[in-house]
């Protein structure tokens, strides 16, 4: 029998691509979600003629915001691991390029992007460093970075509403996701967010960091050395 976090990793794709639907209403449409990808893109800033890679794309809420960076010379391409939520990417964009892959492996050669990012994925990924690093080699020197993530917030006066979060994630995780984890899962993710963007400043130049939603998003973006 596989060990219960490799079964963990192959019922993920499944229970995003049960919920796709209801999935892509939240990512398009939840309170204040366009706002923060809003943000992502603008930190990411590529530029005309860029090719951006973004891991974990799911429905590509984010491709249009990129496309219009980019401009018709550009390219973006999304890397998800869960078929139904790229299924209904593509169907709202056939001529978009969506990819079926492990957002820690995504089938791109090292430099083989001008950018990437990612949105709300760090917090799933057992080694968010390490794909962090991984995502910096797509790019190489010179190459953007950006991330955008939630967390619990530290921020006086909002710390009340964490409780309330900590149920949102929790009805968010996969099926057998906090059985599988000795933390909690938000505390599991506060950590693992709390990772991938030390890392992306560690590792990038003229990083631009920064809360908003009360302190529960993370932006963070800069030029990998």
Do not use: I
Request: aromatic share 6%; proline share 8%; with cysteine.
């Amino acid at each position: 029998m596989a060990p219960l976090g490799d079964r963990l990793r192959l019922d993920a794709p499944e229970f995003y691509t049960a919920f796709a639907g209801l999935y892509d209403v939240l990512a398009r449409h939840g309170p204040g979600v366009g706002r923060l990808r809003d943000a992502m893109v603008d930190a990411l800033a590529p530029d005309p003629c860029d090719t951006v890679v973004e891991l974990g794309c799911g429905t590509g809420a984010n491709h249009g915001r990129v496309r219009d960076r980019v401009g018709p010379a550009g390219r973006y391409v999304g890397v998800d691991f869960s078929p139904g939520v790229l299924a209904v990417a593509r169907e709202r964009d056939p001529q978009g390029s969506f990819v079926r892959a492990d957002a820690t492996r995504p089938p791109v050669r090292p430099g083989g992007a001008d950018a990437c990012c990612a949105a709300f994925v760090s917090g799933m990924l057992p080694d968010p460093a390490a794909a962090v690093r991984t995502w910096a080699d797509l790019v190489g020197p010179g190459g953007r970075l950006a991330l955008l993530d939630l967390a619990r917030t530290t921020r006086p006066g909002w710390r009340a509403l964490n409780p309330g979060f900590r149920l949102f994630v929790r009805a968010g995780s996969p099926p057998g996701t906090a059985a599988a984890l000795r933390r909690s899962p938000t505390a599991v993710l506060d950590r693992r967010v709390a990772a991938a963007h030390r890392e992306l400043r560690e590792g990038c130049t003229d990083v631009t960091a920064g809360t908003l939603a009360g302190g529960f998003a993370r932006v963070s973006a800069g030029t990998v050395r």
